[in-house]
């Protein structure tokens, strides 16, 4: 079974500052991974994916992210963050491999917080 | 080009009561989900469709519970009769399966069902 861990509830950073959501996965094949943001009363947004190729992946809004397969991590970053910024972060990770079902399993989510 | 479209966007009810949902997802998209999001929890998958097939209904729960995929296109989520346990917010997606798009999922904005 497939799964995805992010162990931090919630992040806090000062604005301007580098931020990190940190998330790691679970799968027997070969993993696509999905970073999704949530503002409240929203739907979720596809923030951006890694599928194959260069680790570090960018997306939307300044935001990028780096597979790493050893560690099974693949962690949301972004040099300067801003209050904007605030907003619930969801991983997700679909097993790529034949029999994987096409399923994808989401964490429970990172509350980020940008203060002034 | 429009996103994935959902409606109601909210509704209150009275346990007992019939509530339907309706999605219209991304032109040209054959995968429809929808996804149950529980508060402060991460989305679950209730059902998936590629095109008018209803491929992983796991975890649908089947005695309250249907969904219908008209045509290949929109869909309606039908819960009869409600609990207060489904209280939760119900989200649309729908992507293009392929291999270049890694499958991304799209959302619509939900529909927040409340059940009193």
């Known amino acids: 079974a497939q799964s995805v861990a992010q162990p931090e509830d919630q992040v806090n950073v000062a604005e301007g500052n580098p931020l990190t959501v940190k998330c790691t996965y679970s799968?027997?094949?070969?993993?696509?991974l999905f970073w999704y943001v949530q503002y409240p009363n929203r739907g979720l947004q596809f923030l951006l994916k890694y599928i194959t190729g260069d680790n570090l992946v960018k997306g939307s809004y300044g935001f990028e992210a780096e597979f790493n397969k050893s560690q099974t991590s693949f962690h949301l970053k972004k040099p300067s963050a801003l209050v904007s910024d605030s907003a619930l972060y969801f991983c997700?990770?679909?097993?790529?491999?034949?029999?994987?079902?096409?399923?994808?399993?989401f964490g429970t989510g990172t509350q980020l917080k940008v203060e002034l | 080009e429009a996103g994935v479209v959902q409606s109601p966007r909210y509704k209150i009810i009275e346990k007992k009561q019939p509530v339907a949902f309706w999605c219209n997802p991304i032109s040209g998209h054959n995968t429809l989900y929808w996804y149950r999001q529980n508060l402060g929890q991460g989305p679950e998958l209730l059902i998936r469709y590629e095109n008018e097939e209803a491929v992983d209904d796991s975890q649908l729960p089947k005695d309250r519970f249907s969904a219908e995929r008209l045509k290949g296109v929109d869909s309606t989520l039908k819960i009869q009769p409600a609990e207060l346990g489904d209280s939760a917010v119900y989200l649309c997606?729908?992507?293009?399966?392929?291999?270049?798009?890694?499958?991304?999922?799209?959302f619509g904005e939900g529909s927040w069902l409340t059940v009193v």
């Open positions: 997606a729908s992507s293009l399966v392929g291999l270049l798009t890694g499958n991304t999922i799209y």
């Open positions: 997700a990770v679909r097993d790529n491999s034949a029999g994987g079902g096409n399923k994808l399993t």
């Open positions: 799968v027997s094949g070969n993993p696509y």
